[in-house]
């Protein structure tokens, strides 16, 4: 009968290791990569926070982002450094506003010709960097706490980029969005972005992205 068990659980044990390996072969760059880009393009629209850590010298410089933006052009961020909110960005694809609290004045723009904000995703920018001009490396499974990832290396291959240019990416495999970037300059670590709270296509209204200006507040147009 000990035997029998014996046979069973090694029999489990292989069934397992052979489902596990199928799926560590079904993880490569390319579906990985193909599975990040289709969901950018399921979005319409998506709210979330961002850790930006800049690695200056000897220092580094950490700025904690809330994100809310909405296809095609609506886009609101608020950075916060110490928990305090030290500017607000908005835009509701026709006026452009951003106010700074530390001075309590606040830059409209009209004209969206003028308009420079960025009313994409940050992480968009490395997720578009997956190309043919690029080298991409899947590294495997890797846990951020609790949650599995699956860790991607692109390397530049442009010609107009430095050959030391590379990035590390952290996939979340259940909403394929990512948790965490790196930018390397050869060895060294330029900047690192953290994300959470993803909520994604949950119907935000335009009037979130609406100015409502501050009590007290000077409006400057530009």
């Known amino acids: 009968m000990a035997s029998k068990k014996s046979l069973f659980l090694a029999f489990t ?18 579906s990985i990569s193909k599975n990040l880009i289709n969901k950018q393009q399921d979005i319409y629209d998506i709210s979330y926070d961002e850790k930006l850590t800049m690695f200056i010298g000897n220092e580094s410089i950490i700025t904690e982002s809330s994100f809310l933006i909405k296809n095609p052009n609506m886009y609101k961020r608020v950075d916060r450094v110490n928990s305090s909110t030290c500017l607000t960005i ?8 951003e106010y700074d ?17 960025q009313t994409t995703p940050t992480y968009s920018e490395f997720i578009n960097s997956i190309s043919d001009n690029c080298t991409i490396n899947y590294k495997g499974i890797e846990y951020l706490g609790e949650v599995k990832t699956y860790k991607l290396e692109v390397i530049s291959s442009k010609l107009n980029e430095p050959e030391s240019w590379s990035r590390l990416l952290w996939i979340d495999p259940k909403i394929w969005m990512p948790l965490k970037i790196q930018s390397y300059n050869g060895d060294k670590l330029l900047m690192t972005l953290e994300y959470e709270n993803y909520s994604i296509n949950s119907g935000i209204k335009d009037t979130e992205f609406k100015f409502k200006p501050i009590e007290g507040t000077e409006v400057i147009n530009i």
């Open 13 to 30: 044990i292989i069934i397992f290791a052979i489902i596990y390996c199928g799926f560590e072969e079904r993880a490569n760059s390319e």
């Open 101 to 117: 609290p530390i001075t309590n004045k606040t830059w409209l723009i009209n004209d969206t010709s003028q308009n420079s904000i």
């Open 90 to 97: 908005g835009s509701d694809g026709i006026l452009t506003w």
